[in-house]
């Protein structure tokens, strides 16, 4: 055999090797988020509270009490994490939201959200629909992109 038939040989092997143990943990990590799911969804409870203001941001600069930055774990403090600060009753509080559900939180409105610890899992407008018109700002591709097919219409006529 040549070496180079050995070599791709031994890589084809590392690389199958890799895709299995792949497989099989994230099959485990996929076991242990259904379970820490459903734990969530057994100390849920619903609370009405005005979102004040809603931000990306790192778990250290949040705000969040250094108890819950203490037991999250070391990727989740250097990655920026979705934080809600809101007023539930008298008390402002900071909480962190669902990452599906961030775009959804409407800022200065009144919302009935579904919390469980501080964590916020799921949102109701209290007062009708929750309105989310916000529009994105769009890139400098997306924008070019605009402009070229505007200019290309143009020509066309």
């Known amino acids: 055999m040549s070496t180079l038939t050995i070599v791709l040989l031994v890589i084809a092997l590392v690389l199958t090797a890799a895709f299995v143990a792949l497989y099989f943990f994230t099959k485990r990590m996929e076991k242990k988020q259904d379970a820490q799911r459903e734990q969530m ?5 619903s609370m009405s509270m005005l979102i004040i203001d809603k931000k990306r941001m790192r778990l250290k ?5 250094q108890t819950v930055i ?27 939201c669902d990452e599906a559900i961030f775009d959804q939180v409407p ?3 009144e919302v009935k959200a579904v919390v469980s610890g501080i964590y916020i899992t799921a949102v109701k407008g209290l007062r009708g629909a929750v309105d989310t018109t916000e529009q994105k700002k769009k890139g400098f591709w997306a924008r070019t992109k605009e402009k070229a097919l505007a200019a290309r219409s143009s020509k066309n006529k």
Do not use: F
């Open 41 to 45: 969804d057994a100390m849920a409870q």
């Open 107 to 109: 800022v200065k409105k």
């Open 61 to 65: 600069d949040s705000g969040l009490p």
């Open 70 to 96: 203490d037991q999250s774990p070391k990727i989740l403090r250097r990655s920026k994490v979705p934080i809600v600060k809101a007023k539930i009753g008298p008390r402002v509080m900071t909480l962190m």
